[in-house]
């Protein structure tokens, strides 16, 4: 950790950018330009790249070898996977602009490795998208999402694992969380 700026960049990684919070952490061979913006304690893996026109909350892990692209919003204590791929061009042609729509990532939410994110759809709070799941749509708040293209397979937790019914409410599968539908307030042991 660097004291000036209050985060760590390793030697053999690039941070064109800034607007990088305390106590982020940046491994070899990310790549991060200037105009991307990363809250604090942000852990970006190895082989990551961020394009200008991005922006992570606070906590946020980026596992290795995902690119980042413009018009990507993630909130605070989001999960991505290795090998996530984003897009940000609905009907892509080379050499050619055009105005990214934006996808969000909200508070909480995993994408499991190489799952797939289409352009401009929201994955809510809390919601877990399944290893190589291609999501075309949004997805609701604490929400299993998994297959091509990802359909809805349950309710998860806030600690990431699967809601069961049980009687006439739902438990955490692997904490002590019991009630009637998920919340963002909610408590389980196993987070």
Known sequence: MNSKTGFFVHPQGICESVHLGAGCRVWAFAHI?????LG?????????????????????????FVALYDGLRVADDVFIGPGVSFANDRYPRSKRYVEHPLTRLERGCSLGA?????????VGAFAL????AVVTRDVAPFTLVKGNPARPSGLVCICGAPLVPAGDSLVCSAGD???LAPEEDMQCSAR
């Open 40 to 64: 604090r304690d942000c852990n970006i893996c190895d082989g990551v790249f961020i394009e200008n026109d991005v922006v992570l909350g606070d906590r946020v892990t980026v596992k290795n």
């Open 177 to 179: 969380w019991r009630g």
């Open 129 to 132: 998208v399944a290893a190589g």
């Open 114 to 122: 190489g799952a797939v994110i289409l352009p401009g759809v929201t």
């Open 33 to 37: 330009l200037a105009g991307a913006r």
